[in-house]
């Protein structure tokens, strides 16, 4: 799908990966953006005039429909839903750190709310001669890694999602991906990880994946990933596990 004269919404845009591909987006598309944080969304709005901003907290269920039903409201139609937003709690279940409510909120987040957007923003993709609807996922849905248990299942249940929804839309115009990323620079992963990719490269891949649709688009270290865990998957794990 060429990225030209579309009207795209991204959950999470206001940092990291996501406002990455608002950036590259915004000059030549409508941009839908969903987020948190007023001040951010506003500053995005100011930035870029073709972008529209949409606030919610996507840890509550309620808010996800409210946004779902102003968005409807407002477009008639959307060509590309990208679930981008999402939280990872680092602590073990072990460590003084964890916070119980991080449970929950991360559930939703990261998975709950992403079904709900997709169910309730469905009627606005399925009449388009083409439309995409990408979930952002990552390695660590293939191999978890010790720390974020919680945040290593939500994206584990994301690719089962997505791989099922894709099969459900089999016989519509819409393009069911995911993209799977290693680790990227942004605020998720402050002061953790080395050798990462920017987000900007991180944003420039995933778009690529959309203009070519690849259904699982495996970006960078997570190609080598996919084939160790064929040829030789304890290897794979014990490596990921460390992560
Ligand atoms: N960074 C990595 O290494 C990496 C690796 C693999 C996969 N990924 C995936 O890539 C995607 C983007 O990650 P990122 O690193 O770019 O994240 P990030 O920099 O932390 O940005 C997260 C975005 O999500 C929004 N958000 C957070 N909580 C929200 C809530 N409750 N309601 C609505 N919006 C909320 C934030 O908005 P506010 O600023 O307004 O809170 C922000 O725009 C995620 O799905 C992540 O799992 C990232």
Redesign the pocket.
């Not at 959950?11 to 406002?19: K, Q």
């Not at 919610?56 to 840890?59: C, N």
């Not at 952002?136 to 390695?139: E, K, L, P, R, V």
């Not at 990323?181 to 990227?184: N, P």
């Given at each position: 799908m060429q990225l030209k004269e579309k009207s795209i919404i991204i959950?999470?845009?206001?940092?990291?990966?996501?406002?990455e591909m608002v950036k590259i987006l915004a000059p030549d598309n409508d941009v839908i953006v969903?987020?948190?944080?007023p001040h951010?969304l506003d500053q995005l709005a100011q930035t870029f005039e073709r972008v529209y901003p949409f606030q919610?907290?996507?840890?509550r269920l309620d808010e996800v429909e409210r946004v779902a039903d102003a968005i409807a409201k407002r477009f008639s139609a959307i060509d590309i839903l990208i679930n981008?937003?999402?939280?990872?709690h680092t602590p073990t279940f072990l460590a003084d750190d964890f916070t119980y409510e991080s449970i929950q909120r991360e559930i939703t987040?990261?998975f709950t709310s992403i079904c709900c957007l997709t169910y309730l923003l469905l009627p606005l993709l399925i009449h388009q001669d083409e439309a995409t609807l990408l979930n952002?996922?990552?390695?660590l849905a293939l191999a978890p890694k010790t720390s974020s248990a919680v945040y290593c299942a939500t994206?584990a249940a994301l690719n089962i999602f997505t791989q099922s929804l894709r099969y459900q839309l089999e016989t519509t115009h819409i393009h069911v991906q995911q993209a799977f990323?290693?680790?990227?620079e942004?605020?998720?992963?402050t002061g953790r990880g080395t050798h990462?990719m920017s987000?900007q490269a991180a944003a420039r891949e995933v778009l690529k994946g959309i203009e070519r649709n690849i259904p699982d688009h495996d970006i960078c270290k997570v190609k080598l990933l996919r084939i160790l865990l064929r040829i030789a998957p304890a290897i794979a794990r014990r490596i990921m596990k460390k992560y």
């Open positions: 959950t999470g845009g206001t940092s990291g990966i996501g406002y969903i987020a948190r944080t951010k919610a907290d996507l840890t981008n937003a999402a939280m990872q987040l990261n952002m996922n990552s390695g994206k990323l290693d680790l990227v942004t605020p998720m992963t990462k987000a």
